[in-house]
């Protein structure tokens, strides 16, 4: 009995459909959407977000935990 995989559909990135989002580290609400809830930054694969944009994503979440806008991880607290 052959087992059927599912194809799913590539996810569009946010950035490049919607030109009004922009990728800014002073905006930590944004960019929590690209957080987990232990302070990882999500893959491409599971965000759906392309390349180029995953790279100033992760840069601008860098930049915001620099100047302490966004916590570095929440792996103590429990």
Known sequence: MKTRRSVSRRKACPFCSDLTLYIDYKTPSMLKRFITERGRIVPRRISGVCAPHQR????AVKRARGVALMPYSCAGVD
């Open 56 to 59: 100033r994503l992760q840069q």
